[in-house]
């Protein structure tokens, strides 16, 4: 955490207006939230509630956090479907009311309304057509998609009729790609043939046919007209959406599904090599994303609520489809970019829909913010009432710019921690029942019970004014069930480490008065720009390159990125550290993982700091990249300590 953050002692309570309106005040949170803890079955047996069943459960909650044992199930005899409740049981009270505000990556294209008949209409086709490529309840489809209504139509279509999506991030590469879809042995990958984004385009369909020679070759491909650029065509594995939305039925029957059956997979980084799948399922997933978009947002009818984040990350998942959609919202879908045209594109957004809710991450703050304040003044944002971030801490002064110039001071701003494995916000400030701390993720959400734990011992550490790890005692609805096709890698991952509760992996400070304040990762996963990176995926990408012997990447501190990609290579003895070689690694590691991945800075490094049984000592790298050499701590355990003196002596100049 910054210094800034600790010294950070401000407060604003909310409104008289805003408790008004809110589903939650101070009060009702208290109540709420004991209610929850005392008792989570009669919770969350009547929280069940908000969604509709085909059969009722009776069993509420099936839980065991015991290492070699762990198994977690939520109205596990009940039966449902995601789609019907995000679709069918809105038509009747709101089929002409716009479920989707599509704004495209060019504001000179028209925006598009979707109501709830027509998203129907639309997800019920795409079923057919999955369905006529044989895809069946329990298969796997891929999908690779810009940020354009077709994204939700593919993913509730495929909870339509039982099949488990796994989204995959446009920006990532065509081997990224084909890990996953070999992952979960896709049966059918949906693309398109470009997606336009900040006025450029990325080959979707070629960069699928690439990734698609390393697929078994019965992996079928549906593509998407987006921009109707030129693609290669195979006869026989390739399949034309647009074409066959013209001839498919516009109804579908929704599938029955269990409660626990998988409603959708998404890789994410860990602190090892391998992405692992994170796997979601039905009931629980969905009682718990619609309750956090109600609550943590206070969403009321009518209202526009815009999520600015991409499906291909849980954030959209969650917060742009399916909780909105469960809850009969209007959620805004962007295809664009904060930048493009200008820096003002968020904003102008905002106005031209009159957006009520604004939930965006911390770097794009952070970026805006060093554009200056004209960019949001020449803009009407008086429909704004909440504003959230969410991804990574976000730092006081982006915090006060956010309130100030972006809320005019009267919008409170939810900072809702979470990540991919808790499906939806466990901690967040409640618009209508918390005082904010600018940095501060506050409160739990109901039914979470956080704790914070010494490192070494894995010992609770009680009371107020505490800093340790974080991890969270007991279950919550929302919480992943497994790692695809590897559930021993699951409770090694989560449940190993401090025996009988769920490992966040990040650090944490309980303040004075019982807030909570994430302090970052305290495993190798590093936060670029919001997004999840293990160093060790960096890592393996750089050692493949035949240029390099060994490499080792940490992040260090970046001023609007949040953290940067910071790499030590050690090259073959036969090669020399060139700028181009530079140029050459930095675009491999676009090429192996995404444009997500590429490296910042990259430092040629003679030798590594290793401990003589040969570990690399990255608290040492860190500190390098933190150019703060005064505090690398213990030196005397490495193999070879002039290595350290070489790398200090020739730190890369940023
Ligand atoms: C939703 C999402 C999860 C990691 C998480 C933490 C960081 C997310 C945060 C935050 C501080 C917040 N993180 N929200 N840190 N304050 N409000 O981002 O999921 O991509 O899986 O990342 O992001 O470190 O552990 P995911």
Redesign the pocket.
Known sequence: MTSAAVAETRTFPPSAETVARAHVDAAKYEEMYAASIADPVAFWGEQGKRIDWIKPYSQVKDVNYNFGEVRINWYADGTLNVSANCLDRHLKTRGDQTAIIWEPDDPNDEAQHITYAELHRRTCRMANILESMGVRKGDRVVIYLPMIPEAAYAMLACARIGAIHSIVFAGFSPDALAARINGCDAKVIITADEAPRGGRKTPLKSNADAALLHCKDTVKCLVVKRTGGQTTWIDGRDFDYNEMALEADDYCAPAEMNAEDPLFILY?SGSTGQPKGVVHTTGGYLVYASLTHEITFDYHDGDIYWCTADVG???GHSYIVYGPLANGATTLMFEGVPTYPDASRFWQVCEKHKVNQFYTAPTAIRALMGQGNEFVEKCDLSSLRILG?????INPEAWTWYHEVVGKGKCPIV???????TGGHLMTPLPGAHALKPGS?MKPFFGIQPVVLDPQSGVEIAGNGVEGVLCIKDSWPGQMRTVWGDHERFEKTYFADYKGYYF???GCRRDEDGDYW?T??VDDVI?VS???MGTAEVESALVAHPAVAEAAVVGYPHEIKGQGIYCYVTLMNDREPTEELRKELRQWVRTEIGPIASPDVIQWAPGLPKTRSGKIMRRILRKIAENDFGSLGDTSTLADPSVVEDLIQNRANK
């Open positions: 994410t990350w849980v954030t971030t969410v991804g990574e801490p900072d809702t921690w979470w990540q991919t494995e993720a966040t992996g990040d994430i970052g990762r936060n919001g997004h999840r």
